[in-house]
């Protein structure tokens, strides 16, 4: 058989007849066509659920087994709200309170052993107890609670017991020369959104003059935002009753000694 006949017929060389493409590959305005119909990737965040964009103002989901904060469009949101359901995740809510007769002496904070002069406090369903974290360099670190000294705080404000477990939180800024404790029921995420503030701030030991304005001003935005607490209002099941002790250090290394910043 003549060899050049075939390779003049296209036969044995893998290519088409006067088409000079190799067989099986796309034409270039095929490839061209597909890669200007595809969808561009979309700007800032996405739902951890479903996938949707969602804008910087956006509201969270707790996981309950690990209390991760998840990004979520407001479908997804709406989808965990029931406080009632036995589900892996529950939405956070919106809700602000203020203590106006909150009692903390000095003493009190200190037996909570918190190193620095601002924590908060939520129960966990989970782990069936409060939980207390604070502030620093490293991000939230979660303390020590030694349990009688949190019942004490609680039975001189009953009204603390309203904070829902999991997605409210209880942020105390501790007493300090010539001012009295403050508390605010506050979301969950509100708190973990302070902490990392403050963490980018973060100067020294004690925190640094920038950290200690940034919380100011966020002490004055929620101040704005919360309504006052029913008087001597609480609620069985709440941020109240703590079994078992908390394990320290879980996100910077342990309970720091000494009195740190805030105060």
Not at 7 to 36: D, E, F, M, Y
Not at 81 to 109: C, I, K, N
Not at 135 to 140: C, K, L, S, T, V
Request: net charge negative; with cysteine.
């Amino acid at each position: 058989m003549d060899m050049k006949m075939n390779v003049g017929n296209g036969g044995g060389t893998g290519r088409g007849a006067g088409t000079g493409q190799a067989s099986g590959a796309l034409p270039v305005a095929l490839l061209r066509r597909i890669s200007a119909n595809r969808p561009a990737p979309a700007a800032g965040e996405c739902c951890e659920m479903c996938g949707e964009p969602i804008p910087d103002a956006h509201q969270h989901v707790v996981d309950l087994e690990s209390h991760a904060m998840l990004c979520t469009c407001r479908p997804c949101y709406l989808l965990f709200t029931d406080e009632a359901a036995h589900m892996r995740y529950r939405s956070v809510p919106d809700r602000y309170l203020s203590f106006p007769g909150f009692d903390l002496g000095p003493g009190q904070w200190d037996e909570l052993e918190i190193p620095v002069g601002l924590a908060f406090f939520f129960r966990s369903s989970k782990l069936s107890r409060t939980v207390a974290f604070y502030p620093g360099p490293a991000g939230a670190t979660e303390s020590e609670l030694p349990l009688a000294a949190w019942d004490a705080v609680l039975a001189c404000n009953p009204g603390l017991g309203l904070a829902a477990p999991d997605t409210e939180a209880l942020l105390i800024r501790g007493p300090g020369p010539g001012k009295a404790a403050d508390c605010h029921l506050v979301p969950v995420d509100a708190c973990y959104e302070l902490v990392g503030r403050l963490r980018r701030l973060w100067r020294g030991f004690d925190g640094g003059q920038e950290a200690r304005d940034e919380l100011a001003a966020f002490f004055d935005r929620i101040g704005r935002r919360s309504v006052p607490a029913p008087a001597g209002s609480a609620s069985a099941g709440s941020a109240s009753t703590a079994s078992g002790s908390a394990a320290s250090g879980s996100a910077a290394g342990g309970n720091a000694s000494g009195r740190g910043g805030f105060r």
